[in-house]
């Protein structure tokens, strides 16, 4: 799938930069971090996909079949992509991820995952500000992704992140956002 063709004029900026630690509803302290290529992390992560429920899958991902949950961790953990693990402990509880289109010069897709027992709490909405602030650092401007129009608590937050809807036409919505890669905030 390639993303839209068009973006918004105006950049979005102020995304915090991982690392931070928030609080999140619920009270747990959740470390957010960029992937560091650790074989330990990748391991933390695969743990969580694989404990992943799947009524949260959505489009075909996280792939449930082990072969193919290691050939897409295998391209979404690499130097061209960004990520950002959620930690409840040591735990990964939430990831996100831009992945470029067509190499790093291309808009980048993102996907955020929270385990089911972490929903509702509001690290979805850390998680998302983090990888945006992430992105950004690394020099990304065009973020887009698709989400099942069905799902209003999703489409709401990524309205009130920035992104806007640039193609309704099928049972998908795809959203974009314009980064402003100057503007991040740097928090601890």
């Not at 290529?37 to 075909?60: K, N, T, V």
């Not at 509702?120 to 945006?132: C, D, H, N, Q």
Request: proline share 7%.
């Amino acid at each position: 799938m390639t993303g839209p063709t068009r973006y918004p004029d105006e950049p979005v900026g102020g995304f915090p930069s991982p690392p931070r630690t928030v609080e999140d509803a619920d009270g747990r302290e959740i470390d957010l971090r960029a992937y560091d290529g650790s074989d330990d992390e990748r391991e933390a992560l695969r743990a969580m996909y694989e404990a992943f429920d799947p009524a949260d899958r959505a489009q075909g991902i996280p792939p449930s079949r082990p072969g193919k949950l290691e050939e897409w961790l295998d391209r979404i953990l690499t130097t061209e992509c960004c990520n950002v693990f959620a930690w409840d402990g040591d735990d990964v509880v939430g990831h996100a991820t831009l992945v470029p289109e067509n190499g790093p010069e291309s808009p980048y897709e993102l996907a955020i995952f929270v385990v089911q027992s972490h929903q509702g709490a509001g690290i979805g909405t850390a998680l998302m500000k983090s990888i945006l602030g992430h992105g950004a650092d690394e020099g990304i401007s065009k973020v887009w992704l698709t989400v099942e129009r069905w799902n209003r608590s999703a489409v709401g937050l990524y309205e009130k992140i920035g992104f806007e809807t640039t193609d309704a036409e099928s049972f998908e919505l795809e959203m974009a956002i314009r980064l402003d890669a100057g503007q991040t905030e740097s928090t601890g």
